[in-house]
């Protein structure tokens, strides 16, 4: 098959469970996903969820939410250049590259909508109280259902979010594109296959096995390469492009909150950001900005610009080697920037990531997300299982469990992998308020008034 038809159909605009996708010049299938994405329940909730520093009381401080939203534009600008090149080398037809903008910025809005309270040490969290909790010792899951669990991944629950639990009632939840889902999901494995997957998308996984039918139908639609026969493949080719707006938000912009909050002096920041900015950086327009903060501003601008310029030249000369699988690298780690881009991350790494707020905070989530989870794992349990004896306190507590985290009938589910999930579910969804609230009430620390 040529380029300019692995390209068409890589583009797809087939919905999952909902077939051809109509559009408009307006309004095209993948800037409707775009606004789905907006208009969900689980986007507006990343407002009030971890970026770096939790429950930050300062209102400069990105959240999820405004994380996204940034990663979103660099990712649309970054795909319509991308785009903007392989049309003009593979003659595609009845495409612009506005749609690669649109695809890659809609898939970039919603990279991190699974993640749960407290950021990655929220996963963390999960991981280790299903590793401790008995549950597989009473149950017989396959290794596929047990390692969803013992590997929770905030990636597979995003993908979870867009085509089931947002909009339950539609078979594909929200129904997506196979382009932008298939975009958006970076690991595209499950969580336990035959043998080591090599390369940066074998490292994490994308799905949990309920869902494993719904991805491999958009792998089919979109033609993503195999690499193990109907259980894992090689990444669609604008997922590296999500990952370079994501990689390059969240450590520029990171850097320049962590100076904002005094926990890298400014000087050191305009230095980092000098390095990656370069030769675009217009001297005489710096030295007329006196304000520390407009400084950083305008040099995280250009630091972005030469990143994007960097990735898509990467990107570009990689092409074949990206379409046929082979090529399985960060595009930024074989960039010009690389090098100024490591220090950059080994400072996020030894300032920003441990500064004391940080960890006090994630700390404490897991104290947090372990209790709800043991709560309400514990009374659907309880009320699933003949043999456990359902006592007062899990009987409230199964009240409080909204109806859409349980079976048919406002009960548990039968089988004991949904059910479970399902809790999961649940807890990942709080925002880190929410989940403090919660654990402060069941425990009875702070009893409503």
Not at 66 to 86: D, F
Not at 159 to 187: C, D, E, M, W
Not at 401 to 421: C, I, S, W
Request: glycine share 8%; proline share 5%.
């Amino acid at each position: 098959m040529g380029k300019r038809k692995i390209w068409e159909r890589l583009l797809s605009s087939e919905r999952l469970g909902a077939g051809k996708a109509p559009g408009t010049a307006e309004r095209t299938a993948f800037q409707q996903d775009y606004d789905r994405i907006v208009f969900t329940s689980a986007f507006r909730r990343m407002k009030d969820k971890t970026q770096v520093f939790p429950l930050s009381k300062s209102d400069y401080v990105r959240t999820r939410l405004t994380h996204s939203l940034e990663v979103s534009c660099v990712g649309r600008s970054l795909g319509a250049v991308v785009g903007r090149e392989i049309i003009a080398r593979h003659g595609l037809h009845d495409v612009e590259s506005g749609d690669f903008g649109a695809i890659v910025a809609a898939a970039c809005l919603a990279h991190d909508i699974g993640n749960p309270p407290f950021g990655h040490a929220g996963e963390d969290a999960i991981r280790e109280w299903f590793r401790n909790s008995g549950l597989f010792e009473r149950h017989q899951f396959t290794p596929a259902q047990r390692a969803d669990f013992e590997r929770y991944e905030g990636n597979a629950q995003g993908f979870r979010i867009v085509s089931r639990l947002q909009s339950p009632a539609n078979p594909g939840g929200l129904q997506l594109t196979s382009a932008v889902l298939a975009t958006f999901t970076k690991y595209p494995r499950p969580s336990a296959v035959d043998g080591l997957l090599d390369g940066k998308s074998g490292k994490k996984f994308g799905f949990f096995q309920q869902d494993a039918d719904n991805f491999a139908r958009v792998a089919q639609s979109t033609g993503l390469v195999e690499r193990i026969p109907g259980q894992a493949w090689r990444r669609h080719p604008l997922a590296f492009l999500v990952e370079v707006a994501d990689d390059t938000c969240y450590l520029i912009v990171d850097l320049e909150d962590a100076a904002r909050l005094g926990f890298v002096p400014y000087k050191d920041a305009e230095c980092l950001l000098a390095d990656l900015a370069g030769s675009t950086i217009n001297g005489s327009r710096l030295d007329r900005l006196h304000d520390p903060k407009e400084r950083l501003e305008y040099l995280r601008a250009k630091a972005i610009g030469r990143l994007l310029e960097g990735a898509a030249a990467v990107f570009l000369e990689n092409e074949a080697a990206i379409l046929d699988g082979s090529f399985d690298e960060e595009l930024l780690e074989q960039s010009p920037v690389s090098v100024p881009l490591q220090a950059v991350l080994q400072v996020a790494k030894e300032t920003i990531y441990t500064a004391r707020p940080a960890l006090e905070i994630e700390t404490a989530g897991f104290e947090v997300l372990g209790a709800l989870l043991g709560l309400f794992t514990h009374a659907v349990e309880a009320a699933a299982v003949p043999e456990l004896h359902m006592t007062k306190r899990e009987e409230m507590l199964l009240r409080l469990l909204p109806p859409q985290f349980l079976g048919h009938g406002g009960k548990p589910a039968a089988d004991p992998y949904v059910r479970l999930l399902q809790v999961a579910d649940f807890v990942a969804g709080m925002t880190d308020s929410y989940a403090v609230d919660m654990y402060r009430k069941l425990k009875g620390f702070d009893l409503p008034t």
